[in-house]
C-alpha cells in the first residue's frame, strides 16, 4: 500500500492551524497512524487508529479519516510543533509511511 | 523508565554483516510485538520487520527478505536484527521500537503502532 502525503513541506506561523493530508492506494479502514520527527531524534507516536490520541500528546493535535484519506490538524501551532511529520499504515504488512511533511516556521 | 537501547551499528563493506542489538528496559518484553524501523540519510522513515512478543511470527519490507533476520531473546529483553549482504541502499539509521496494539471496540480488530522508540543506531555500508 503506498501512502501519499501532501504538502511535502509547509510553512507556517505560531498560533496558525494546519492541516496535512494523507492518502492511501487502497481502503485501510482507520488503521493509520501519525507520528512527529524533530531533527536527529526518533520518532513520537501523536495519533492512533486515524483519531485517536496518544497519553500525553496535546489536544491541540487532532486525526480523521477513514478509508484512504487522512487529515492530521494541529489547531494552533506552538514553536516545538515545527517538525517532520509521518502517516503510517497498519493495515497489512508491510507497513508503509508516507514521505512525510515538513512544517517550517515562517 | 520504559527505554529502548540500540548498538551494533557502524561502518562495513558492501556484502559484509552486521548484528544490531536493542535492550529494552521498564515493561514486560515479551508481551509485546517489536520492530525495527530505519532511516536513510536525509531521507524518510522505512518499516523493515517486526516480531511477535513469543517470537513465533516474523514479517520483512521485500527489500530484506532472505538477508535480515529479526530475533529476540526474551530472558535477555533484547531485539536483534541480522543483517547480511550489506549494499549501500541499507544505510541508514536504524531504530527498534515497541509495537503495540490498541483495541477498536467499534471496528472490532487492533490498532498497531510504536509507541516507545529507541535513539537508534547508524549503519554505514561503503567501502
Known amino acids: 500500500i503506498q501512502m501519499t502525503q501532501s504538502p511535502s513541506s509547509l510553512s507556517a506561523s505560531v498560533g496558525d492551524r494546519v492541516t496535512i493530508t494523507c492518502r492511501a492506494s487502497?481502503?485501510?479502514?482507520?488503521?493509520l497512524g501519525w507520528y512527529q520527527q524533530k531533527p536527529g531524534k526518533a520518532p513520537k507516536l501523536l495519533i492512533y487508529g486515524a483519531s485517536s490520541l496518544q497519553s500525553g500528546v496535546p489536544s491541540r493535535f487532532s486525526g480523521s479519516g477513514s478509508g484512504t484519506d487522512f487529515t492530521l490538524t494541529i489547531s494552533s501551532l506552538q514553536p516545538e510543533d515545527f517538525a517532520t511529520y509521518y502517516c503510517?499504515?497498519?493495515?497489512?504488512?508491510?507497513?508503509?509511511f508516507g514521505q512525510g511533511t515538513k512544517l517550517e516556521i515562517k | 523508565e520504559v527505554q529502548l537501547v540500540e548498538s551494533g551499528g557502524g561502518l562495513v563493506q558492501p556484502g559484509g554483516s552486521l548484528r544490531l542489538s536493542c535492550v529494552i528496559s521498564g515493561f514486560t518484553f515479551s508481551d509485546h510485538w517489536m520492530a525495527w524501523v530505519r532511516q536513510a540519510p536525509g531521507k524518510g522513515l522505512e518499516w523493515v520487520a517486526n516480531i511477535k512478543g513469543d517470537g513465533s511470527k516474523k514479517n520483512y519490507v521485500d527489500s530484506v527478505k532472505g538477508r535480515f533476520t529479526i530475533s529476540r531473546d526474551n530472558a535477555k529483553k533484547s531485539l536483534y536484527l541480522e543483517m547480511n549482504s550489506l549494499t549501500a541502499e541499507d544505510t541508514a539509521v536504524y531504530y527498534c521500537?515497541?509495537?503495540?496494539?490498541?483495541?477498536?471496540?467499534?471496528?472490532?480488530?487492533?490498532?498497531?503502532?510504536?509507541?516507545?522508540w529507541g535513539q537508534g543506531t547508524m549503519v554505514t555500508v561503503s567501502s
Open positions: 503510517l499504515q497498519d493495515y497489512n504488512y508491510p507497513r508503509t
Open positions: 521500537a515497541r509495537d503495540v496494539n490498541y483495541f477498536d471496540s467499534s471496528g472490532g480488530h487492533y490498532f498497531d503502532a510504536f509507541d516507545i
Open positions: 487502497q481502503g485501510i479502514r482507520n488503521d
